[in-house]
């Protein structure tokens, strides 16, 4: 069975530093992977796919995926309060649905 | 564009006591559909998917049940309620082996 790793922290990052989230999965065959947000009592959004090593950017967000370790990060710049809140790391499964991690709490201070 | 809709939004119900909540998905035909639940302090628990019409795949054995009437309508139930189903009901879908969209939750009370 699948399984995936994250920190549960909370992590605290200053207003405009660079936050840095991890997360490690189990199947070495695993190919995919998403990062969710979800604030406090909301539904979780999507925020990055990546599928192939190296990284992969989207506006503040990089993601980052090295398969020869089994780990997934995700990179967020210029930290702003507004990105406090949960980030879900998803193994792609299939059809069957997405393995999730715990997640972990980001708390950005202003 | 696809829009996900989820009710009710909060429910409270006693234990014992029979559950329906229902999810449609707009803008999109013959998607797969999942049911997660999210327990206080635990992670999303995939509870049930689904490839089409009257095809269910359970994850996890429980008093839960889940049904698909129609392509673009899922449903989660439960006959009896117990303490234990309390928790964050999430019903998303997505389109083969990829991303998946959640619709806005409902937030379960079991008193």
């Known amino acids: 069975q699948k399984e995936v790793e994250q920190n549960s922290g909370p992590l605290s990052v200053p207003e405009g530093a660079i936050a840095s989230l991890n997360c490690t999965y189990s199947d070495r065959g695993s190919q995919s992977f998403f990062w969710y947000r979800q604030y406090s009592g909301k539904s979780p959004e999507l925020i990055m796919f990546i599928y192939s090593n190296g990284d992969k950017e989207d506006g503040r967000f990089t993601a980052q995926l090295n398969k020869a370790s089994q780990y997934v990060s995700l990179l967020i710049r210029d930290s702003q309060p507004s990105d406090s809140a949960t980030y879900l790391c998803?193994?792609?499964?299939?059809?069957?649905?997405?393995?999730f991690g715990k997640g972990t709490h980001l708390i950005i201070q202003p | 564009s696809q829009t996900i809709h989820q009710w009710p939004a909060t429910l409270v119900q006693p234990v014992g006591s029979p559950l329906s909540l229902e999810c449609t998905v707009e803008?999109?035909?013959?998607?797969?559909l999942y049911w997660y639940r999210q327990a206080a302090g635990r992670g999303l628990q995939l509870l049930f998917y689904?490839?089409?019409?009257?095809?269910i795949s359970s994850e996890v054995p429980q008093n839960l049940s889940a049904s698909r009437p129609q392509d673009r309508q899922f449903i989660l139930s439960s006959k009896k309620l117990l303490l234990s189903d309390s928790g964050f009901y999430l019903c998303?879908?997505?389109?083969?082996?990829?991303?998946?969209?959640f619709g806005p939750g409902t937030r379960l009370t079991v008193t």
């Open positions: 689904s490839v089409g019409i009257g095809q």
């Open positions: 998803a193994d792609v499964g299939g059809a069957d649905g997405l393995t």
């Open positions: 998303a879908w997505g389109q083969g082996a990829y991303e998946q969209y």
């Open positions: 803008g999109t035909s013959n998607p797969n």
